[in-house]
């Protein structure tokens, strides 16, 4: 678990490097369609760590959960992560 908190921390640091490169793109007045590529780039780095935050999740918390008897709790969770997801 640890190994991939770190994982997700360097990428998240990745992807804080994007966020301020596109904001020089558009200071520097960059070709709209670079930055919309650039901005495409960053939205599905940030899904990807979600869904790497998601499956440790419903693989442990919510594995957990279940196990003590709190699958109301668990299942209130997943349906919360499926309606996030279809936003």
């Known amino acids: 678990m640890e190994n991939n908190t770190q994982k997700l921390i360097k990428r ?3 992807i804080e490097g994007q966020v301020r490169g596109l904001q020089n793109m558009l ?5 709209c369609i670079d930055i919309i590529t650039q901005t495409s780039a960053i939205k599905q780095a940030l899904s990807g760590v979600e ?17 003590k008897g709190q699958t109301d709790k668990a299942t209130k969770e997943i349906l919360k ?3 996030l997801k279809r936003k």
Request: hydrophobic share 35%.
């Open 51 to 67: 869904d790497k935050l998601m499956e440790g999740h419903l693989g442990h918390c919510l594995v957990n959960q279940i196990k």
């Open 12 to 14: 998240l640091k990745i």
């Open 27 to 31: 200071e520097e007045g960059i070709y």
């Open 81 to 83: 992560v499926y309606q």
